[in-house]
């Protein structure tokens, strides 16, 4: 059974750092792509970051590109998101997921239940 | 960056109801779409991948159609455990943007 499970969340200060992990467990970590996907409170989903299973690509979305840092170390079985220069906006509880891949299109088939980060 | 629109924001619907639900992409996406379904306090779950293959174990009442630019979401016959707000993503092109959402309330 597929398991993902975040952790890291907390409250941090404007300007200030955080690293979520996203511990994998029941399929090879390092056959699939992987995901994190955050939710404001009260508000729809963002797709945040993609990392390939080799980790030699990686993808962002505007918001976040040059603040944050996607990353996995295969050999823990564990996805990182490494945060910076945290604003009032980057609050939402980050989900991470496994995705399945057509070539480069990926979508994401199981979710973790997510962590929550609070800037303020 | 790719928009998705979904329309409704808010659909009202009976226990029994046939509903549809519908995403547009600013361009085309060829069939690159997923749609989820979210309760509250719960991570989403993948309902359809490649906008009409059903993920293994969700109900057949639920099927997607579509390619391009237009694509649907249809709950055959609603069923009380359906009424959750319902994404579509596309994933054809970074950055995989979200539709707003549709919120699916019990008249």
């Known amino acids: 059974e597929v398991q993902l499970l975040e952790s890291g969340g907390g409250l941090v200060q404007p300007g200030g750092s955080l690293r979520l992990s996203c511990a994998a467990s029941?399929?090879?970590?390092?056959?699939?792509?992987m995901r994190w996907v955050r939710q404001a409170p009260g508000k729809g989903l963002e797709w945040v970051s993609d990392?390939?299973?080799?980790?030699?690509?990686?993808y962002y979305a505007d918001s976040v590109r040059g603040r944050f840092t996607i990353s996995r170390d295969n050999s823990k079985n564990t996805l990182y998101l490494q945060m910076s220069s945290l604003r009032g906006d980057d609050t939402a509880l980050y989900y991470c997921?496994?995705?399945?891949?057509?070539?480069?299109?990926?979508?994401?088939?199981?979710w973790g239940q997510g962590t929550l980060v609070t800037v303020s | 960056d790719i928009q998705m629109t979904q329309s409704p924001s808010t659909l009202s619907a009976s226990v029994g109801d046939r509903v549809t639900i519908t995403c547009r992409a600013s361009?085309?996406?060829?069939?690159?779409l997923a749609w989820y379904q979210q309760k509250p306090g719960k991570a989403p779950k993948l309902l359809i991948y490649?906008?009409?293959t059903l993920e293994g174990g969700v109900p057949s009442r639920f099927s997607g159609s579509g390619s391009g630019t237009e694509f649907t979401l249809t709950i055959s016959s609603l069923q009380p455990d359906d009424f959750a707000t319902y994404y579509c993503q596309q994933y054809n092109s970074y950055s995989y943007t979200f539709g707003q959402g549709t919120k699916l309330e019990i008249k």
């Open positions: 029941g399929f090879t970590f390092s056959s699939f792509a």
């Open positions: 997921a496994k995705g399945y891949c057509s070539s480069t299109s990926c979508y994401a088939g199981h």
């Open positions: 361009q085309t996406i060829n069939v690159w």
């Open positions: 490649k906008a009409s």
């Open positions: 990392i390939s299973g080799s980790g030699s690509n990686t």
